[in-house]
């Protein structure tokens, strides 16, 4: 019981990552072009691990939060970066 509270709460933090990411890329990229390609990459790696995870569990439950976190996960470093280039005030690249 405990470890799927556990397991729901990281999922919720990755879910939050993703979108946090989704929302501020429009501001950090400079053409729609380049928006779209970096949307592309996060949601096709983000699935990708998610499979990969989903796929360590035969639980139905287990295998959906494995994989709401492995697609969260792919998106951490982005949300770190977008953080970062907000806090310094920086433009689009």
Same mark, same amino acid.
């Given at each position: 019981?405990?470890?799927?509270? !556990?397991? &729901?709460? !990281?999922?919720?933090?990755?879910?939050? &990552? *993703?979108?946090? !990411? %989704?929302?501020?890329?429009? =501001?950090?990229?400079?053409? /729609?072009? $380049?928006?779209?390609?970096?949307? *592309?990459?996060?949601? !096709?790696?983000?699935?990708?691990?998610? =499979?990969?995870?989903?796929?360590? =569990?035969?639980? /139905?439950?287990?295998? #959906?939060?494995?994989?709401?976190?492995?697609?969260? #996960?792919? %998106? #951490? /470093?982005?949300?770190?970066?977008?953080?970062? $280039?907000?806090?310094?005030?920086?433009?689009?690249?």
């Amino acid at each position: 019981m405990f470890r799927y509270l !556990v397991a &729901a709460l !990281v999922a919720g933090l990755a879910v939050t &990552a *993703a979108a946090y !990411v %989704h929302l501020r890329l429009p =501001y950090f990229t400079a053409t /729609p072009a $380049k928006l779209r390609a970096t949307r *592309a990459i996060l949601f !096709v790696v983000g699935v990708g691990c998610g =499979y990969v995870g989903a796929q360590m =569990y035969r639980e /139905p439950v287990d295998a #959906v939060l494995a994989f709401i976190i492995g697609f969260g #996960v792919v %998106h #951490v /470093p982005a949300t770190a970066i977008l953080l970062l $280039k907000g806090l310094r005030g920086e433009g689009r690249s």
